[in-house]
């Protein structure tokens, strides 16, 4: 679930006392600076319809399209852009694309990269394709996952209010079997990833043993339900992304497992760390973040809070567990 309000404060200025007519019209200079900046900060936090963008390296999943309800068509996959990021939403078709590193470069190890949005829209560039990209530059190939979503209203001003009316609330923390039911499509476009990963993993220079599942909020939710609950796969190491962090059953093979959250998050922040506790009991691998001010939803954006250093902290993590050199 991705909301990031970024705002944009002007720089603070002393104007020299001027003559009159020159005092004049350096304040109405630094009047119109002032504006400007407020109408793109106020244009950048706007829904703004753009074109579904060019995505020719996604590969389709295979996994069947969403039925549509009783007589009712399906919403159309439509796109827009929104805190400098684009959207998806009522994606019926799962893809996923792949990010290789350079040739030479190559690690061996990958990763799945799950966007969030509430499962009703998916933040494309913040939480999925500039997160791959990085990845790509240590050396990790990633995967986008476009996986399928809830139907929203065509129009943006209905979606608006339907996005604002899921955020209003705390989402529910449904159990393993809980999640195979209400997460279905999702979990089985996250299992047609990693059995398309794996069956390529020659051609993509790709340790089958190696594969790795990152999640941002919803996607963080995917990614703990493809570990706890798929009866497919197993992820080799998961990072949870501002996602729940409630008390569950650990398995006695459960991954490595990374967390990162802000404390003033709205929506997972006011709880235990019972997910930390459970991993722990378990005796796994976690490592968890725990970031004063960041929001939620700071993704791949630059904001002055130290939640900006989460991608750094977790190749540190990928380093440590060997995932950014070959396997010896």
């Not at 805190?83 to 998806?88: N, P, T």
């Not at 240590?138 to 995967?143: E, L, R, T």
């Not at 929001?295 to 902290?313: D, L, N, R, V």
Request: net charge neutral; glycine share 8%; aromatic share 8%.
């Amino acid at each position: 679930m991705s909301i990031s309000h970024q705002g944009t404060c002007p720089p603070r200025v002393t104007t020299p006392l001027l003559p009159g007519s020159k005092r004049l019209a350096q304040f109405i200079l630094l009047a119109s600076a002032m504006l400007t900046l407020h109408s793109t900060a106020q244009s950048q936090d706007q829904m703004m319809p753009i074109a579904t963008p060019e995505q020719r390296h996604a590969i389709e999943l295979g996994t069947a399209p969403l039925p549509a309800s009783g007589s009712e068509a399906l919403t159309p996959e439509s796109w827009h852009t929104q805190y400098g990021s684009r959207f998806a939403r009522n994606v019926t078709l799962a893809t996923l694309t792949p990010f290789l590193p350079e040739p030479g470069t190559a690690s061996g190890a990958a990763v799945i990269v799950a966007p969030g949005g509430g499962f009703r829209t998916l933040s494309m560039d913040n939480e999925g394709w500039d997160v791959a990209r990085a990845l790509a530059q240590q050396g990790v190939a990633a995967f986008v996952l476009k996986y399928r979503l809830n139907q929203t209203p065509a129009g943006l001003p209905e979606f608006q209010r339907a996005m604002a009316e899921l955020f209003s609330r705390r989402p529910p923390r449904p159990d393993p079997a809980q999640l195979r039911e209400q997460l279905a499509p999702q979990l089985a476009d996250a299992e047609a990833a990693f059995a398309l990963v794996r069956s390529r993993a020659t051609e993509w220079h790709i340790d089958p043993d190696r594969i790795g599942m990152i999640g941002f909020s919803a996607g963080a939710m995917l990614t703990m339900a493809t570990t706890l609950a798929s009866q497919k796969t197993q992820p080799a190491f998961i990072a949870n992304i501002y996602g729940p962090i409630d008390a569950v059953t650990v398995p006695a093979n459960a991954p490595p497992l990374f967390v990162a959250l802000a404390a003033d998050d709205p929506l997972f922040a006011h709880g235990n760390f019972g997910l930390i506790s459970s991993w722990q009991a378990a005796n796994r691998p976690v490592e968890f973040h725990y970031y004063e001010q960041g929001g939620h939803g700071f993704g791949m954006y630059p904001k002055e809070t130290t939640s900006t250093g989460w991608f750094e902290a977790y190749r540190n993590w990928l380093n440590m567990h060997g995932m950014l050199k070959p396997k010896s």
